[in-house]
């Protein structure tokens, strides 16, 4: 079988023997069909499969495995989770081919069922973007479109490191109180003012995508006790558990005797594990 974990920021595929040993395993970029289209997606997936062919002994010009088992990011809708699969198929590298949204690998992964027992519970990811998949002991499943503020989203890297840059420019124009924001976001970019980074977006001298990093600012000025950045982890949470509670609500898992019910936190950030987000997290669910 040829598993695929197409992410935003990062694909990872495993070719596994039909006893579940591993044959291969690689990790490439992202390989979202939003970013890239469909076409494009498949290209960079080519790569990525032919460099675990290869590390399998395998060809990976015709059949590379029985079977594709993909959980990918932007596989939204049905419809594009058809249009997926039968991209796959093209390609020729399976007999067959199954396609869900990347937030149910999340799930997959992080779950640890008891022998004789079905796998179930709910999954929040949060790494570029912010999503939650559930599922219950009889099988149905439940996800969130997670298109973004137009679906009601907030979180992920992609918010954050906006947030980041709001707060620290609003600081040192004035409009806002001071923040330790405001000088690490201008040195993480190695310049002077927020203007400056500001600037450089607006230009094209910086990268949006690079703004993600100032993920990593928010958590380290959270860390040395900056009420913005706090504030912003806290509201963090209050989504990632929003979106947990109402995975289960949707599924009947709440309610009297609703304790037990198994979260799985994945993605970037939560993987994380930082110490702040963590605590607000599980205190929540609690």
């Keep these: 079988m040829l598993a695929i974990d197409g992410g935003n920021s990062k694909t990872d595929v495993a070719l596994v023997a039909a006893d579940g040993s591993l044959l291969a395993s690689v990790r490439g970029p992202g390989t979202n069909q939003e970013h890239h289209g469909v076409d494009g997606a498949m290209r960079i997936l080519g790569e990525i499969v032919a460099e675990a062919a290869a590390q399998a002994g395998v ?17 939204d809708l049905p419809e594009e989770e058809e249009q997926l699969a039968a991209a796959l198929r093209r390609r020729g590298w399976s007999l067959t081919s199954a396609v869900a949204n990347d937030t149910f690998a999340v799930l997959r992964a992080g779950l640890t069922p008891s022998p004789g027992q ?44 906006q947030e980041v840059m709001w707060w620290a420019m609003r600081a040192e124009d004035g409009r806002g109180p001071d923040t330790l924001l405001r000088p690490a976001t201008a040195a993480y970019f190695g310049l002077p003012t927020v203007r400056d980074v500001a600037i450089g977006v607006h230009l094209g001298r910086i990268a949006r ?57 994945g993605g970037g950030l939560l993987a994380a594990r930082h110490p702040l987000l963590t605590a607000a997290i599980e205190r929540r669910l609690a």
Excluded: K, Q
């Design 59 to 75: 060809t990976s010009e015709g059949l590379v495995a029985r079977h594709i088992s993909s959980c990918l990011a932007g596989a």
């Design 118 to 161: 079905p796998a179930w519970g709910v999954a929040v990811t949060c790494g570029a973007g912010i999503n939650c998949a559930g599922l219950a002991p009889d099988g149905r499943t439940t996800r969130f479109l997670a298109l973004g503020r137009l679906t009601g989203d907030w979180g992920g890297g992609w918010y954050l490191g």
């Design 209 to 265: 995508a690079e703004l993600l990093g100032l993920t990593t600012v928010l958590f380290e000025t959270a860390s040395a006790g900056d009420t913005a950045a706090r504030d912003l982890l806290e509201r963090l949470a209050e989504e990632v558990t929003a979106m947990a509670v109402t995975a289960m609500a949707r599924l009947g898992l709440t309610g009297p005797g609703a304790l037990g019910i198994p979260v799985v936190l």
